[in-house]
């Protein structure tokens, strides 16, 4: 996968991804986000070289989930979990996650080429076109690659392709949400915590049922999502970070440099 997206994708090739580190089946990094709790505003970290980031990483579960009960005491909704990969921009040497290869040949094509991505192109203090730009050419470089090792009309790709459709529809479901609670917090004015808390839940509520009307390819996969834990602002705010803008940047790529993802990046990073 690395091979073919350095000499197909034109995407940095480095030592990441050489090695293997066994995590022995257990989380090893968890990552925070936050935002106000009546507004869709990420809060933001600041780090030397970085910049503004809107997420923060963790090694140590109790040293994260003590900064996420920090942030809870001070007002913000957060969104506080394990995450399967990281990227050090090329800085460092990236190892394979034992875990990453328990992920189909699709999911795991997306995840390194996502990666590899942050470690070619990344742009201070604009957290949401980084992701946006490695979740785009993640999914495009997946398929390419499927396509070109395992063929067009593989399972393989199959499979990739309809796991990728349910999860735009569940994306595009969300993104939608955060439309619709932005426009119920501009209504909040003179109103007490206790109405805004109120009318707040009952649209997460709607939001939530709403998913049973979308026409998932694998519907169990999202059936019991919401069970245990309702979505905040910090969850919704995730996909504007990841989703939001990768519609925008797919057309431009196969309009205007007809999918030419080497001249893509080279206008990005200029």
Do not use: C
């Amino acid at each position: 996968i690395a091979k073919y997206a350095s000499d197909s994708l034109g995407l940095k090739r480095s030592e990441n991804y050489t090695t293997l580190y066994d995590q022995k089946n257990k989380p090893i990094l968890w990552v925070i986000t936050a935002s106000d709790r009546y507004k869709l505003n990420a809060y933001q970290w600041k780090f030397p070289f970085l910049g503004s980031v809107s997420y923060k990483g963790f090694f140590d579960y109790a040293k994260g989930a003590y900064e996420d009960s920090l942030l809870q005491l001070q007002g913000y909704d957060t969104d506080y979990g394990e995450v399967s990969a990281w990227s050090t921009l090329g800085w460092f040497n990236d190892p394979i996650l034992s875990n990453m290869l328990y992920r189909s040949d699709g999911q795991l094509a997306e995840l390194i080429i996502h990666e590899m991505t942050h470690a070619t192109v990344y742009l201070k203090s604009n957290v949401d076109l980084n992701e946006n730009l490695a979740s785009m050419i993640g999914e495009e470089g997946a398929i390419r690659f499927l396509n070109s090792h395992f063929g067009e009309n593989s399972q393989q790709a199959k499979d990739y392709v309809n796991r990728k459709n349910d999860y735009d529809l569940f994306s595009n479901q969300m993104l939608l949400a955060r439309t619709k609670l932005d426009s119920l917090y501009k209504t909040f004015d003179g109103l007490n915590t206790a109405v805004k808390d109120s009318l707040k839940s009952y649209m997460i509520e709607e939001i939530v049922s709403s998913l049973d009307t979308v026409s998932f390819h694998n519907k169990k996969r999202y059936a019991s999502l919401f069970e245990k834990r309702k979505p905040n602002n910090a969850y919704f705010m995730n996909f504007v970070r990841y989703d939001s803008q990768k519609e925008d940047m797919r057309k431009i790529l196969n309009e205007k440099y007809k999918g030419n993802i080497i001249l893509y990046l080279k206008s990005i990073s200029n």
